[in-house]
């Protein structure tokens, strides 16, 4: 369930990242000042899915080898 949960929240940032490239594509009246944004997006997406991503990451030292999956 939690994978789902993820894969879907990370689903809604790319979607939302991609409305957004389309809206500055549409609307920013210069070519700089379009990718400055679209670098913006960019990053904000990525440090989105990292924030969800990440505690996932972390392992437990005290946590034993077995529950890792590891033989």
Request: proline share 6%; glycine share 8%; aromatic share 8%.
């Amino acid at each position: 369930m939690l994978t789902l949960s993820l894969l879907i929240g990370i689903l809604i940032t790319v979607v939302v990242g991609a409305i957004f490239f389309w809206i500055i594509d549409r609307f920013s009246p210069e070519a700089k000042i379009g990718k400055l944004l679209k670098l913006l997006v960019v990053l904000i997406c990525l440090g989105s899915i990292i924030s969800r991503v990440y505690p996932l990451m972390i392992v437990d030292p005290s946590m034993p080898a077995s529950d890792l999956g590891v033989r």
